[in-house]
């Protein structure tokens, strides 16, 4: 079952992502930018385990994880823009785009159904399958904006599939918020630049 908390961070997922993917799309931010909100995040972040500062205290009272607000407050923020940062700074914007997009649709998607579903997922113990196919049909469905429907299928599916497997790096757990929209983008960027692939 879903926790009021986790449907809660899921639509500001959803919400932000679609801000981000208008806001590049008419132009109106950039790698620049996104890079600058990244360094601030990681700042206040590391002022808020010492200081209640107003405004951002009650933002991530509402939004953070009981263990992210005492270790590492605003970490799902933080490495969303991350995500998005280095998304816009290694593919073509329509690619970047689209893999915002699938990080903003299909990974909430994916955790809004996922409790819900029978089939587990094989290599995660408390991921079902039917959330990553939900996932990645809705992250598919935004990709479709910027991207061939082909490219959007391919890249939505491999993404949400990765997304299912903790990745660990000497211990550390890599954020999907990384993942997804790097997997994504470097999938889309494949089959146009190496496969020739209409994208």
């Known amino acids: 079952m879903i926790t009021e908390l986790e449907i809660k961070r899921q639509l500001m997922h959803i ?6 993917v208008l806001l590049l799309y008419f ?9 600058i909100l990244v360094v601030v995040g990681f700042i206040l972040s590391f ?7 107003p405004v951002i205290y009650s933002f991530l009272k509402t939004f953070d994880r009981e263990e992210d607000l005492k270790k590492f407050p605003g970490k799902g923020s933080i490495f969303y823009v ?13 690619i970047a785009m689209a893999s915002i997009i699938i990080l903003a649709l299909g990974d909430s998607v994916s955790r809004i159904v996922g409790p819900y ?7 995660h113990s408390e991921k079902f399958l039917e959330g990553i196919i ?9 990709a479709m904006f ?21 990745l660990r790096v000497k ?19 494949l089959l146009r630049n190496i496969f020739l692939f209409a994208v």
Request: without cysteine; hydrophobic residues 55%.
């Open 171 to 189: 211990g550390f757990k890599i954020d999907d918020n990384l993942t997804i929209p790097l997997v994504a983008g470097f999938v889309m960027w």
């Open 146 to 166: 910027f991207v061939s429907w082909q490219s959007a299928a391919i890249a939505s599916t491999i993404s949400m599939l990765i997304e299912g497997i903790d």
């Open 117 to 123: 579903g029978y089939l587990k997922h094989p290599f």
């Open 27 to 35: 132009d109106l931010i950039n790698s620049l930018i996104l890079f």
């Open 15 to 20: 919400f932000s992502g679609i801000l981000i």
């Open 47 to 53: 002022l808020s385990k010492k200081i209640k500062i």
């Open 82 to 94: 991350l995500g998005a940062f280095l998304a816009t700074l290694f593919f073509q914007k329509d």
């Open 134 to 142: 939900a996932g990645a049909f809705t992250g598919f469905v935004g």
